[in-house]
């Protein structure tokens, strides 16, 4: 974790861009948290927690699988 001001940010965003793949950068303004800049890379598992739920309770999906297959 690294924390930067703005103004910072502002004057070198290329070198914190490219520092971003390998820690998450926190921004501040007038002393105070403004945002985090983090790596594009989705959560997996965050991503499946957001897909429970879509599915109705009727779907079998071992037959959707073997439907898919043949």
């Given at each position: 974790?690294?924390?930067?001001?703005?103004?910072?940010?502002?004057?070198?965003?290329?070198?914190?861009?490219?520092?971003?793949?390998?820690?998450?950068?926190?921004?501040?303004?007038?002393?105070?948290?403004?945002?985090?800049?983090?790596?594009?890379?989705?959560?997996?598992?965050?991503?499946?927690?957001?897909?429970?739920?879509?599915?109705?309770d009727?779907?079998?999906?071992?037959?959707?699988?073997?439907?898919?297959?043949?």
């Open positions: 974790m690294r924390q930067i001001s703005l103004a910072e940010l502002k004057a070198n965003t290329g070198k914190y861009v490219s520092m971003v793949g390998t820690q998450d950068i926190f921004i501040t303004q007038n002393g105070r948290l403004l945002a985090r800049l983090t790596t594009a890379k989705p959560d997996k598992v965050e991503a499946a927690k957001a897909l429970f739920g879509l599915l109705n009727s779907v079998d999906l071992d037959a959707e699988r073997e439907e898919r297959l043949s």
